[in-house]
Nanobody, 119 residues
Framework: QVQLVESGGGLVQAGGSLRLSCAASGSIFSISVMGWYRQAPGSQRELVAA???????NYTDSVKGRFSISRDNAKNTVYLQMNSLKPEDTAVYYC?????????????WGQGTQVTVSS
């Protein structure tokens, strides 16, 4: 059973930075697509950024140029560097791990970490 443990959330002023980390247990990290999602109160969960096993990345338009996703396969960890934070970035941020191995599919979520950006 894979466990994802997020850290790095907190309260920051607008314009500030935070770095989220997500450490994964298990043996499928290197073949997984890792993603960061967020959910603000009253809103649906949305994909913020994702990185494939090859290192290809994609971002939602609202964070392009401000956020950067990266991974360290040796540490089974994915990161989300968030710069120039805005109040609208306030949300609970969730780490997601998705993989396929043979005929089996895997999809795991972390517990979430709160990011609050004050104006």
């Amino acid at each position: 059973q894979v466990q994802l443990v997020e850290s790095g959330g907190g309260l920051v002023q607008a314009g500030g930075s935070l770095r989220l980390s997500c450490a994964a247990s298990g043996s499928i990290f290197s073949i997984s697509v890792m993603g960061w999602y967020r959910q603000a109160p009253g809103s649906q969960r949305e994909l913020v950024a994702a990185i494939t096993s090859r290192g290809d990345t994609n971002y939602t338009d609202s964070v392009k140029g401000r956020f950067s996703i990266s991974r360290d396969n040796a540490k089974n960890t994915v990161y989300l560097q968030m710069n120039s934070l805005k109040p609208e970035d306030t949300a609970v941020y969730y780490c997601n791990q998705a993989a396929r191995r043979g005929s089996s599919g895997y999809d795991y979520w972390g517990q979430g970490t709160q990011v609050t950006v004050s104006s």
